[in-house]
């Protein structure tokens, strides 16, 4: 069989016709010695996207997205205010609003709350004197004008008031003194008198100002209204009256009692609240037509009381009458004298919301300076005359040289109170001197 001729030699893959490698790599594999680490990585000019930025290029490119309008991206910078200055919804990488906080605070508010509870928990009582007192509380944040002292008669008693227990804390809530002086200081005379009878207008106001002294020193001396002895008044009276006055305060009777001229509480019974004594009244000055001088007075002088330690035992003690004669609710000392004894318990002891009471003493009185010319008598000392005298709420018949008012907490039937209700604050009203035990219509 004849042997055909071989075709002519195709060049081998990779090479030129003359045998040449023409990627200049001598046949060696180019991605060899080719290292895919970070830093090839960094260097690459491109970049692959991720997997959700080509899920939204293959939807976008045929179905391009539509603005809502409500919808921001984080490239568009921040939103402007709003109309009224109100603030932009925040938004997140994807342009979706984030929900606002609405108590950024919550957890300091949950502990506020927590600590409310508690404390309303640990003082019961006070929380219920706040809603008891609540309205009388708001009327006592700001201050109560001073009312002016008297100039005349009073033509009217003063205007009902909202009735309110009194408390340690607001001892003058419900009670028209309550806008009244606290001194003897705010009395003055409407006018200057003059000379009167044998003394000349200086002597005039000295005896004037030696009567306002000796009110204060007999009713609003902190130490003789607590149950002391009021010895600075006692130094301003007249010798031979004074003598008279002093056993009166040692042995004190029913012709004797103390509490005609001083004002004064037993301790073991009553205690003054604060030092603050409630006044109103009016000073007027005349001739005695005997080339003397009388000083006209009528005051009325109200004190706010917390129940001293044994105010609930003397409460339900019976009540000596006019017809058993003098006593005292509790046996009186060895020696026979009227001194405050038992243990007082301080103020600060005593809660603020402790029910008070209030006594209301009402002074008519005279006083006279003599002649020196004529009558023998020292014109620096004080003389009485015509003296009426008055107390609301404080027991009746009892003749020990003290006040005895009735606190609400302990208060008991009284049979002896047979005579009308009076208003104690009723300046218009005549001083009866019948003797009679009543009642008051508002302390």
């Not at 073991?268 to 409630?278: F, G, L, M, S």
């Not at 006044?279 to 005051?299: E, L, M, N, P, Y």
């Amino acid at each position: 069989m004849p042997i055909a001729e071989d075709p002519e030699p195709r060049p081998t893959e990779g090479r030129d016709p003359d045998g040449a490698d023409p990627s200049g790599t001598g046949g060696k594999d180019p991605f060899a010695d080719l290292v895919l680490d970070e830093e090839f990585v960094r260097g690459a000019t491109v970049k692959e996207q991720s997997g959700r930025t080509r899920m939204l290029a293959a939807r976008w490119k045929h179905t391009p997205p539509v603005d809502p309008g409500g919808r921001r991206s984080v490239n568009d910078g921040p939103r402007k205010a709003g109309r009224f200055g109100r603030k932009p919804q925040p938004v997140d990488a994807w342009g979706d609003p984030r929900p606002r906080r609405r108590f950024e605070g919550r957890t300091a508010l949950y502990v506020l709350l927590a600590v409310a509870v508690l404390l309303a928990a640990l003082n019961l009582d006070a929380v219920t004197s706040w809603f008891t007192h609540g309205s009388e509380g708001a009327s006592h944040r700001g201050p109560v004008p001073t009312a002016a002292p008297e100039t005349a008669r009073p033509t009217a008693a003063p205007p009902k008031t909202a009735e309110q227990q009194p408390t340690v804390d607001h001892p003058w809530a419900g009670s028209p003194a309550e806008p009244w002086p606290t001194s003897m200081d705010a009395f003055e005379l409407p006018q200057a008198p003059g000379p009167v009878g044998a003394f000349t207008a200086e002597q005039v106001a000295a005896q004037v100002k030696l009567v306002k002294d000796y009110l204060a020193a007999a009713n609003l001396d902190p130490k003789a209204v607590a149950g002391g002895r009021p010895e600075a008044a006692l130094a301003m009276i007249e010798r031979e009256t004074r003598d008279r006055l002093e056993a009166g305060l040692a042995h004190p009777t029913e012709e004797t009692d103390p509490t005609t001229r001083f004002s004064r509480f037993d301790p073991r019974e009553a205690i003054p609240v604060n030092d603050t004594v409630k006044v109103q009244g009016r000073i007027t000055v005349d001739g005695d037509g005997d080339g003397g001088v009388v000083v006209h007075t009528d005051f009325t002088f109200v004190y706010a009381l917390r129940p001293g330690p044994e105010a609930g035992q003397r409460a339900a003690s019976p009540r000596p009458t006019a017809s058993s004669g003098p006593g005292s609710p509790l046996p009186a000392p060895k020696d026979g004298t009227a001194k405050p004894v038992g243990l007082v318990v301080p103020a600060a002891d005593v809660a603020g919301d402790t029910w008070t009471a209030r006594t209301i003493v009402r002074r008519v009185d005279d006083y006279r300076f003599y002649d020196p010319a004529r009558y023998r008598n020292n014109p620096k000392k004080i003389n009485f005359g015509p003296s009426r005298s008055e107390s609301g709420n404080s027991a009746c018949n009892v003749h020990d040289g003290y006040f005895h008012p009735q606190f609400a907490q302990f208060a008991r039937p009284n049979p002896g109170q047979t005579g009308p209700a009076t208003d104690p604050y009723d300046r218009n009203r005549q001083l009866q001197d019948d003797g009679a035990c009543g009642t008051v219509s508002r302390s």
